[in-house]
């Protein structure tokens, strides 16, 4: 069977007009690829055959990926449409609802597979077995909240490893909201440590990073391959101007922190938990994956975080705007970027870090927490109810509003 092409510039050009943000232009254009394969069919002047035969392709579509997680098909279709949409192809939301019912998505999607988060105790057995490459990146995770690509995407630019704070730009971020965080200590000592060691690394890996050949030819650099020998790789080489760049020129173009690809970290965290074992290992068996999943998964690393700082009664504000859930923020908490603000966050943040550490927990006040947080929400729950009362008794006469009493004088 012919393989549909897909990179075409009919499909190029609109993902570069419509999606400013890479990640998300990748992650369209590889559902778009999928669309295409899954029909058989070349993706340029697509939209211009008869609606009768889109939707034909669309309901052959839905049926070929039906075994696929929800959400995953629930994207694909959405895609898809939007695609269709802006090429003038008058998609009716009947066909959308007749898919979406078809393959059972009429409910809200919900992620199919399940999830651990790891204590500190657990994530310390987990990064025991950990070199100081995978022992820096993911206990950083663990300490910032960060995403993984958005840690992966960081430069030493970004950090004031004195000061132990991140700015992340909008260009890196999910949802492309600019936002800060902080780091420990902990985190700190590791990070020098790993600043001399990532240059050895980089030495070894300078030529074989995709991300860098990506990034350098999106900035004007020809990059050529040969091939070593057959079924052995190839050898990269990067040109500017007809110029072939030295092992120290390209080496400095990569200024990231953790100068590898999300694939290679994917791979050093499965590899700790399977060094780990049980029940770090242990796996969604779920038969609906097609494959079956980590349970602590590497974004355990950001649940942990945010389970840790609120479990710790950290001001949930904060650890929305640090965390980059902007859409949790209340309407009151808008100047993030204050000078004062700042120093609050990082007061708060430092406050609750102990919360995060690994190598030096504290004791456990899981239970104390949760005891004193119920104190809490029964404290307002009274003086909601003084309030009440208080408001009956003035509106009977009973007592005198004495609020109006000095608006009179």
Not at 44 to 58: A, M
Not at 270 to 293: H, I, Q, T, V, W
Request: aromatic share 12%; proline share 2%; charged share 35%.
């Amino acid at each position: 069977m012919k393989i549909p092409k897909w990179k075409s510039k009919e499909v190029e050009n609109y993902l570069v007009k419509y999606y400013k943000n890479k990640d998300t232009r990748d992650t369209c254009k590889t559902y778009l690829r999928n669309y295409f394969t899954t029909i058989n069919k070349e993706p340029d002047n697509y939209t211009k055959k008869p609606i009768e035969e889109i939707t034909e392709d669309l309901w052959k579509y839905a049926q070929l990926i039906e075994n696929k997680p929800k959400k995953t098909q629930a994207a694909g279709l959405s895609i898809i449409k939007k695609y269709l949409t802006r090429h003038d192809v008058t998609i009716k939301e009947n066909l959308m609802d007749d898919l979406r019912q078809r393959n059972n998505l009429k409910r809200t999607i919900r992620s199919i597979t399940k999830k651990a988060t790891p204590t500190q105790k657990e994530l310390k057995e987990i990064l025991g077995y950990a070199d100081l490459k995978s022992k820096t990146l993911f206990l950083f995770c663990a300490c910032t909240g960060l995403r993984i690509d958005e840690a992966l995407s960081l430069t030493f630019n970004d950090i004031n490893l004195d000061k132990r704070t991140i700015e992340l730009s909008e260009e890196i971020t999910k949802g492309e909201y600019s936002r800060y965080t902080f780091f420990s200590e902990e985190v700190q000592e590791l990070l020098k440590l790993w600043k001399s060691e990532r240059q050895k690394l980089l030495q070894l890996i300078y030529k074989k990073s995709k991300f860098l050949r990506d990034k350098l030819t999106s900035m004007g650099y020809e990059v050529k391959r040969k091939q070593i020998a057959k079924g052995q790789g190839f050898i990269w080489y990067i040109f500017k101007d007809g110029v072939q760049l030295t092992r120290e020129e390209i080496m400095q173009l990569d200024n990231r922190i953790f100068p590898f690809d999300y694939s290679n970290a994917q791979r050093m965290w499965s590899g700790l938990l399977e060094k780990a074992g049980e029940p770090y290992s242990n796996k969604d068996e779920n038969f609906k994956l097609k494959y079956p999943r980590y349970l602590y998964n590497i974004h355990s690393l950001r649940r942990f975080w945010y389970t840790q700082l609120t479990s710790d009664r950290t001001n949930p504000e904060y650890v929305n705007f640090m965390g980059g859930h902007f859409s949790e923020l209340d309407k009151a908490y808008k100047d993030f970027d204050s000078t004062e603000m700042r120093t609050k966050l990082k007061q708060e943040y430092d406050s609750h870090v102990k919360s995060l550490l690994i190598y030096d927990i504290p004791q456990d006040l899981t239970s104390i927490n949760e005891s004193l947080k119920e104190k809490d929400e029964r404290i307002l729950q009274l003086e909601r109810e003084l309030n009440d009362l208080s408001r009956a008794f003035v509106r009977a006469g009973l007592i005198i509003d004495r609020n109006k009493e000095f608006e009179k004088k």
